[in-house]
């Protein structure tokens, strides 16, 4: 057995100093920083470790029944810190490196974060993990690993940039390769019917073949002795691809078929929506789901495990459609594989599996054409076609030769082209459809598959999303978290709904003041990190008011702009007095897909925008506009903690949760929003009086829509929204080129699909009301802390309790 090192500071610099000598092969004084950070990680991972084994061990002794994660993405953020507290070690190591001569604070910057995912759905995942080991409950999470993380973005000119996100360049000592656990991944060929002893089969003759290879990652609970597995893929060529050189001599091919099959977990896609139909993005889904189901049939499961009682045994939790190309693979295992019949196999495939969806938006749907899963995976194209047709066949049954609701219900579908509806075959395969908010599920129902939710009574189901305190409350925000302990003492961390108690503290006005100075200190902070990163200052007596999440039209980053331009003209027009603005500074962290043009082109002008607005002298430094680029994981856990507003300003009906809300609200900062996803609950819960809500509800969309929506109307009848528009077309932000954003100017007079200006002045009153609520601090701080009371159920670990509930039926813990 393996034996961590004691757990003192002098066996911490031991190890360190050995981690130094043996892993690096240098000397302490010959040592350069990387060099440390990652002899730190080793240390780390040396005192995990043993409680990690003897977990695994475990899971495979009792054979309770586990969940299999499965995600495209995880959007981990810096490992260091999380795994110190996790094990409690950071003040020993803190401490161990200060007897070295070394601030830990320095190397904590070294660590590149693991940018595996585009966003919400990638760091939901990620949450999820963390509550799933602190609460104790076997799990495994699968994945790709991606050699090239989610994009750099940089600015040039104001206009976003991509750079490649090599992660991995100086070292991955968070990771455990496994080369001798690979799997082999086929693709390609044909289908053949066989004899087999009397009955006719059918089966596949692939064409090509990868090596899957996994990489093992430590998913410690927070201080309670266990260590859960994330298990990420990454494709290496088969020696078939050697064999090739051999026979034919053709090295310069060889190698190049080889990069083809490398090629496979290289990159992740950057598109957060509207999925682009590409081979190459299908390869990953298959390839990643594929090892991952034949690693758990072959090393989770006892050899001689029943496979009729997998049910019992496992759940294959899918995070959105990405990996669903798993149910038809499955079934080929069950079936071709291991020569179970097909309605065996299907009665436990349903039952295994259950899915998530992510949105709400049509041309989010995942759709594979026929054609290109044909070609790709053609046993597997034969699986969904019978999974169809026995569907359907019970379809007719149940609602008669109903044609229309057959073609509505179809897991294929006809138009534009043949293809499969990846988000249909989940409902049918999966035990369980969830949504991922109250009103997003709800949603779902009557809006997105309503058919289905009346063919499957009792299928669909609601999980609200939650976010891990460990790392966006204790890790962000220490200040914050000392105040509370203080407070309530210990064990809130695991037991958020304890937050509750700080209720009473709201009405003490010395924790408001220690509260109002944590939020100040924060600031500070941030500060100094935008100072460092961006040579941004954000100045004293500010508001901060923060917007912060991919960059979307549906999101209405352009109805944030349009209130900046607003209070902007308003004082260059001479109509309002500088001196009587209330200070803001505007901070915006955004990616944009790099084909979506007009996302592009919407941070072109937020940067535009900035640079007239903070130049200007007659605004007296009283709004501020700051676009950090490169908006990740580290500079959430920085932004979050020292924001007073947060903007969550979806057209209703259109985001599915948020998450980002969740996070902003427990870090005591307000919130302005929509009725829309999570903001709808976060509402209920802080109570209208700690909420600026504004905008139309989704019935309200609804009927707008119903009724034409003109979004010239609008314009014509608001002055303020006509000035600030005529404002950006005049070229005012682009040095009198009226052409730059003509584009988002007509989009909005025209077109304007998430009813931008229809929210408009709702807007703008409600941020009115914002600054005259910012203007009583003590009133502000008052809300503040009830927010931070109040929102404890957005906890995962409560997320996750919903879904061992609802969903999974895990025993709750081991
Ligand atoms: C699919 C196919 C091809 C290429 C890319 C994709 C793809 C990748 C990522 C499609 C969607 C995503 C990510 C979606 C996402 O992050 N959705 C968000 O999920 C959060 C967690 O549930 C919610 O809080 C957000 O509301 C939702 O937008």
């Known amino acids: 057995p393996v034996i961590a090192p004691p757990s003192t500071v002098d066996g911490f610099v031991r190890e360190f100093l050995q981690n130094l000598n043996l892993e690096r092969g240098v000397t302490l004084s010959a040592s350069n920083p990387n060099d440390r950070y990652i002899a730190l990680a080793y240390t780390v991972r040396d005192y995990l470790v043993a409680r990690w084994l003897e977990d695994q061990r475990r899971q495979r002794e ?11 993405e995880y959007l981990l953020g810096r490992q260091l810190d999380n795994n110190l507290l996790a094990s409690g070690l950071t003040d020993i190591a803190t401490d161990a490196l200060a007897a070295c001569g070394i601030d830990i604070g320095e190397l904590r910057e070294l660590e590149v974060e693991p940018g595996l995912g585009n966003g919400g759905l990638g760091r939901l995942a990620a949450c999820f993990i963390d509550s799933l080991a602190t609460m104790s409950v076997p799990n495994v999470g699968y994945g790709i690993r991606y ?26 000592p968070w990771e455990f390769p496994h080369p001798e656990a690979a799997q082999t991944i086929s693709f390609g060929g044909h289908t053949e019917t066989y004899d087999d002893g009397g009955v006719t089969r059918n089966r596949w003759v692939p064409g090509w073949d990868v090596e899957a290879v996994p990489y093992n990652y430590m998913v410690p609970g927070y201080q309670n002795g266990r260590v859960n597995t994330l298990r990420l893929w990454s494709a290496k060529a088969t020696n078939s691809f050697d064999l090739r050189v051999f026979n034919s001599g053709d090295y310069e091919e060889a190698v190049r078929a080889q990069t083809f099959a490398e090629n496979i977990s290289k990159v992740l896609y950057p598109e957060d929506s509207t999925p682009q139909g590409k081979e190459l993005r299908l390869q990953q889904q298959y390839f990643f789901v594929a090892a991952s189901i034949r690693d758990f049939l072959d090393h989770q499961l006892l050899p001689d495990f029943d496979l009729t009682k997998l049910p019992e045994r496992v759940i294959f939790q899918l995070n959105d459609t990405h990996p669903v190309i798993a149910v038809p693979e499955f079934m080929r295992v069950l079936t071709d594989e291991k020569g179970m019949d097909w309605d065996a196999a299907w009665a436990i495939t349903q039952q295994c599996f259950a899915y998530t969806c992510h949105t709400l938006l049509p041309e989010a749907l995942e759709v594979w054409s026929v054609d290109l899963l044909g070609r790709l995976l053609p046993r597997h194209l034969e699986i969904i076609y019978r999974i169809n047709e026995e569907f359907l066949v019970a379809v007719r049954e149940r609602f008669g030769d109903d044609e229309m609701r057959i073609r509505n219900m179809s897991i294929i579908s006809e138009f534009p082209e043949r293809s499969v509806r990846m988000a249909y075959l989940a409902t049918v395969a999966g035990a369980k459809v969830n949504g991922v908010a109250e009103l997003h599920s709800q949603l779902l129902r009557d809006k997105v598959l309503p058919d289905f939710d ?20 204790r890790l962000a925000n220490p200040q914050l978290s000392g105040l509370i302990t203080e407070a309530l003492g210990g064990g809130w961390l695991t037991d958020m709904e304890r937050l509750r108690e700080l209720e009473a503290y709201a009405e003490d006005p010395d924790f408001r003041a220690a509260f109002a100075e944590v939020k100040a200190a924060n600031k500070r902070r941030l500060n100094d990190v935008l100072l460092a990163r961006d040579g941004f200052e954000v100045s004293d007596g500010h508001m901060l008011d923060v917007m912060v999440k991919r960059l979307h039209e549906y999101k209405r980053q352009m109805l944030k702009l349009l209130h900046i331009v607003t209070a902007y003209e308003g004082i260059v027009s001479g109509a309002v007095a500088a001196s009587d603005v209330q200070p803001r500074t505007f901070i915006f962290g955004a990616k944009a897909a790099p084909g979506y043009a007009m996302a592009k082109r919407i941070i072109h002008l937020i940067n535009a925008v900035g640079s007239v607005v903070n130049d200007d002298p007659r605004v007296e430094g009283r709004l501020k506009v700051l676009f950090p680029p490169n908006y990740n994981v580290t500079l959430a856990e920085r932004l979050i903690p020292a924001a007073d507003l947060s903007e969550q300003i979806s057209l209703a009906g259109k985001e599915a949760s948020g998450t980002g809300n969740m996070k902003f609200a427990l870090n005591g900062a307000l919130t302005i929003g929509t009725d829309d996803g999570a903001n709808v609950e976060i509402r209920q819960l802080v109570g209208d009086d700690n909420f600026f809500l504004f905008g139309m509800s989704e019935p309200e969309v609804e009927g707008l829509w119903a009724r034409g929506y003109k979004p010239s109307e609008f314009y014509q009848a608001d002055d303020h929204l006509r000035r600030a528009i005529d404002l950006i077309a005049s070229g005012a932000f682009s040095d009198g080129d009226k052409s730059v954003f003509e584009p ?3 989009n909005l007079l025209y077109d304007d699909r998430f ?3 229809a929210d408009y002045s709702a807007y703008i009153d409600a941020q009115a009301k914002v600054d005259a609520a910012y203007a009583d601090q003590d009133a502000w701080t008052r809300s503040a802390i009830l927010n931070v009371a109040r929102c404890g159920f957005f906890s995962s670990d409560r997320s996750m309790r919903d879904y061992i509930e609802r969903i999974w039926h895990t025993p709750p813990s081991l």
């Open 454 to 473: 009346e063919f499957y009574p009792g299928k669909f189901t609601n999980v609200t999303n939650g976010i891990t305190p460990r790392r966006f409350v």
């Open 147 to 172: 050699e090239y993380g989610i994009f750099r973005q940089t600015f040039v000119g104001g206009q976003q940039v991509e750079q490649p996100d090599a992660w991995l360049s100086l070292g991955s």
């Open 755 to 757: 009813m931008v200006l």
């Open 744 to 746: 988002i100017v007509s």
């Open 62 to 72: 009792t054979q309770a029944k586990g969940v299999c994660y499965l995600s495209a």
